[in-house]
């Protein structure tokens, strides 16, 4: 069932920058792993990027590692996305889960989750 909501997609160019934010109303996000997964057209699913609720040693794609940073905000019960050096090969439909965890396999189980936010790179 979709409770969550993402913002903060977008147009940019090769190598901009984009900060995704994930939240929701409907329940506090402090007590939640929250993942990030994206998916482009013709092809599969990705796990991005997943953070605990203590926000220990979160979890990135290899696709990812040094580009994007993960966060959260307790105090506004969000979950924050920055996505540096983009390329065009990040363009995909990018949304936020919560799973059970963010250990092996994080992305086989969640609870809630978004519609999404377009981030489209362009070359």
């Known amino acids: 069932q979709e409770q969550l909501v993402e913002s903060g997609g977008g147009l940019v160019h090769n190598g901009g920058s984009l900060t995704l934010s994930c939240t929701t109303s409907?329940?506090?996000?402090?007590?939640?792993?929250v993942g990030w997964f994206r998916q482009a057209p013709g092809k599969e699913r990705e796990a991005v990027s997943c953070?605990?609720?203590?926000?220990?040693?979160?979890y990135y794609a290899d696709s990812v590692k040094g580009r994007f940073t993960i966060s959260r905000d307790n105090t506004n019960n969000t979950v924050s996305l920055q996505l540096n050096s983009l390329k065009p090969e990040d363009t995909a439909l990018y949304y936020c889960?919560?799973?059970?965890?963010?250990?092996?396999?994080?992305?086989?189980?969640?609870?809630?989750w978004g519609q999404g936010t377009q981030v489209t790179v362009s070359s």
């Open positions: 409907d329940f506090s996000l402090n007590a939640y792993a």
């Open positions: 889960a919560t799973p059970w965890h963010c250990g092996t396999n994080w992305w086989l189980r969640y609870d809630y």
């Open positions: 953070i605990s609720a203590s926000a220990g040693s979160p």
